[in-house]
């Protein structure tokens, strides 16, 4: 782990990885996870999907 990497991480400017969706079929939204890779930090997020009504 370098320092920059750590000051980066410091002021909000993460690596993130590869994003991991959560796909419930009965439920209308997918969540999302994306994890740093130099410090572990993970962010979740919902994201709505789209109207699937016919
Ligand atoms: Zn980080």
């Excluded at 994003?19 to 930090?41: A, F, L, M, P, T």
Aim: charged share 45%.
């Amino acid at each position: 782990m370098t320092t920059i990497g750590l000051i980066l991480c410091r002021i909000g400017l993460h690596r993130w990885g590869r994003k991991r969706g959560y796909d419930e079929y009965s439920s209308n939204v997918i969540e999302w996870e994306q994890r740093c890779e130099r410090c572990g930090k993970r962010k979740r997020w919902v994201e709505v999907k789209r109207d699937r009504r016919r």
